[in-house]
């Protein structure tokens, strides 16, 4: 797991069997679940941390899923790229937030729940329950 701050470019690619896939969506969706808005720093660098942690996977794989290209597997959700792509871009956000709160002073500063919500929403369509 890349340590808090660890950029996306950082990140192995690396695809995660359906278990695995499901598992760690079902990862961001439940720390989504289970977060508040942070009051202090130190909450605020706490969450970043547990999201790095759940976000990685789910990162490593949305790589892995883009350098396939064509032979990517397919979803109904919305074309696979398109989905990938945000996976990725939602992923950077959250890696920066990270690094970001290690330098804040205000935890206001920084929306990681509202990454992690929005990480949390789009995964979900990729493993409906």
């Known amino acids: ?15 995660l069997s359906d278990p695995a896939l499901a598992k ?17 720093v130190a909450q605020v660098r706490s969450l ?13 794989h949305a790589q892995w899923m883009l350098q396939q290209g064509d032979q990517a597997p397919t979803t109904d959700a919305a074309p696979v790229a398109d989905i990938w792509e945000d996976v990725i871009s939602l992923c950077d956000d959250v890696f920066s937030h990270a690094l970001s709160a290690t330098y804040i002073t205000d935890p206001m500063e920084i929306d990681v729940v509202g990454g992690l919500e929005a990480l ?9 329950a």
Do not use: F, R
Request: glycine residues 2%; proline residues 9%; negative net charge.
């Open 120 to 128: 949390a929403e789009l995964v979900a369509k990729l493993c409906p």
């Open 24 to 40: 760690a969506v079902e990862k961001v969706i439940e720390l989504a679940n289970a977060s508040t808005e942070p009051d202090t």
């Open 48 to 60: 970043s941390k547990k999201i790095v942690a759940v976000a990685s996977p789910l990162a490593a």
């Open 1 to 15: 797991m890349p340590k808090v701050g660890k950029e996306l470019d950082e990140i192995i690619p690396q695809q």
